[in-house]
């Protein structure tokens, strides 16, 4: 069912009568190994979005897959049009913000092996696995100098140098949690520590041809059709 709405989307998002005249949508994604994706190793959930954004905007769509660390230059300098499910605290740069609509919950996990974390202050000092050029603001906020980071490239493999047993603590979106804990990559017992829950917004390239109130009017369709609560559930 969800397989079928992301191929909708993307049908739909294709070139026809009324797209033609415009340029793409360039939709750029993260590259991170983050779960679930299709078959050629990319995002489901930023797919199906990004299609459907595009074919709100009645354009076709261009995905543009970088490394995290080069995201926010590709917007900088005009080289995609919006990236979504951040917020300008994670990814300070020059560009515009749309409506937040995307909750995010990010959480700690914690090794069966040690007790569960009561607050966010009983991890100072401890090892935490990190994603490299990521930040944590909560995280720097509440242990300052004793916040101990691990990065690893992406997710995937932050989470399993955890699951090795490199580190007892690790900071990642539930959503990953959810999808790992599902396809078995993460053995059962662990703890989760929420460390908060907020609604995400798209960063919109200054240099884009595209308003951002017409991605918020994009948004705002995907929202009263139902069709983002459906998108959602891919993640």
Do not use: C, S, W
């Given at each position: 069912m969800l397989f079928s709405l992301l191929g909708?989307?993307?049908?739909?998002?294709?070139?026809?009568?009324?797209?033609?005249?415009?340029?793409?949508?360039?939709?750029?994604?993260?590259?991170?190994?983050?779960?679930?994706?299709?078959?050629?190793?990319?995002?489901?959930?930023?797919?199906?979005?990004?299609?459907?954004?595009?074919?709100q905007l009645g354009r076709p769509v261009k995905y543009v897959q970088l490394p995290r660390k080069r995201v926010m230059a590709a917007l900088e300098n005009g080289d995609g049009d919006v990236l979504c499910s951040y917020l300008p605290q994670w990814l300070p740069g020059e560009v515009e913000w749309s409506k937040p609509f995307l909750p995010v919950s990010e959480v700690v996990m914690s090794s069966p092996r040690v007790a569960p974390l009561a607050a966010l202050d009983d991890l100072r000092g401890k090892t935490i696995g990190t994603v490299l050029g990521f930040r944590y603001p909560e995280l720097e906020k509440t242990l300052g100098k004793d916040f101990v980071r691990d990065d690893a490239p992406s997710t995937m493999l932050s989470i399993r140098k955890w699951s090795a047993g490199r580190f007892d603590y690790v900071i990642t979106p539930r959503t990953v949690v959810d999808s790992f804990s599902a396809e078995k990559i993460i053995a059962p017992g662990y703890h989760l520590l929420t460390v908060y829950e907020v609604k995400t917004m798209c960063a919109i390239s200054r240099k884009s041809s595209i308003s951002v109130a017409e991605f918020n009017a994009a948004i705002e369709a995907l929202e009263k059709n139902g069709e983002l609560t459906q998108i959602m559930k891919l993640r």
């Open positions: 909708a989307a993307l049908i739909a998002a294709l070139p026809g009568q009324g797209a033609t005249a415009k340029a793409p949508l360039r939709y750029v994604e993260k590259a991170d190994g983050n779960l679930p994706a299709n078959r050629k190793g990319r995002p489901l959930f930023q797919d199906a979005l990004g299609a459907a954004m595009a074919r």
